[in-house]
């Protein structure tokens, strides 16, 4: 078991298998983009087949892979698979931008890949155009259709809190009414070297004071995750109940309850989106020093995961926040 020095069991591993992504989100990458990481640099098929192995052998039950964007990593579905066949008890899970998804969904299936989160900002294409500087608006709202369709799939649709999502709450109630859908809205996050926009930062309190005005919010906090939470939501002049989580990784901490670690595409551990430690896990194994090597690195980290981040927003302008991060960005953290 992995239990850091605040008592928190760490049962859940966020895997980056790529730095690479189809999109060019802004609160993601900087406006001139990123250098994309060596070939060499990040880890192979079967170290990430090994590594996840591991971390299963020592307490971890869930992983999700991430970005990047994981379904543009050659090999993405066989490191699936293989994880599936080593571990056929754990819990795999994928975030993406929905972009090629329609293509993978059944082999997804079979693979028995039941958590999907997409990632969805919008319902307008010229605003999506506008935050991802691309025209695939229309391919990911074929692909969560063709996702909700199969029936077997829990799917969230991840949105980033912006300025424009107070405005479109009605649009997003509209387009998911009486889908098996959950609406996940997200703080957003000064990752990396981002520059500070003109776009205010919204909290979630914000985004859930908005959507009691289009409709009746109550709070399920029987069905909280560790880090969302969770509402029960019927829009007006109607009967359907509605699912919808808050991420309020600002506003809110929900450090206390956190139990994951992250392991970023060039094998680095990290125990904490917004801390800058790193442990570097690649370089012992590819100079085969051993396991238990690579074991003791581990549990170095998880004794010194932090008991919170030191993220903070200036509430005088409520326009920017401040955080000790990383300089990497979320592309090369994962999501």
Known sequence: ??????????????????????????????????????????????????????FVSMGIKKVRFTGGEPLVRKGFIDIIREVKEKCPDLEVCITTNGVLLEKYLDELALLEVRKLNISLDTLSPTLYHEITGRDYHARVLNSIRKALDAGVFD??????????????????????EGENVSLRFIERMPVGDLPVDDDPFVSSDQLIDALSKIGKVNRAMNVDTSVAMMYDFIPKGSAVKMRVGVIPAISHKFCNSCNRLRLTCDGALKTCLLDNSEYDLKTPFRMDSGEQVIKDLIYEAVRNKQKEHKMNCFTDTNRECSAITSSRNMSKIGG
């Open 1 to 54: 078991m992995l239990i850091d020095s605040f008592n928190r069991e760490l049962t859940y591993l966020r895997v980056s298998v790529t730095d690479k992504c189809n999109l060019r989100c802004k609160y993601c990458m900087p406006p001139e983009g990123v250098s994309w990481l060596d070939h060499d640099q990040v880890l192979r098929n079967e170290e990430f087949i090994y590594f996840v192995g591991l």
């Open 155 to 176: 799917v969230k649709i991840n949105a980033v809190i912006q300025q424009h999502t107070l405005k479109e709450l009605d649009s997003f109630v509209d387009y998911f």
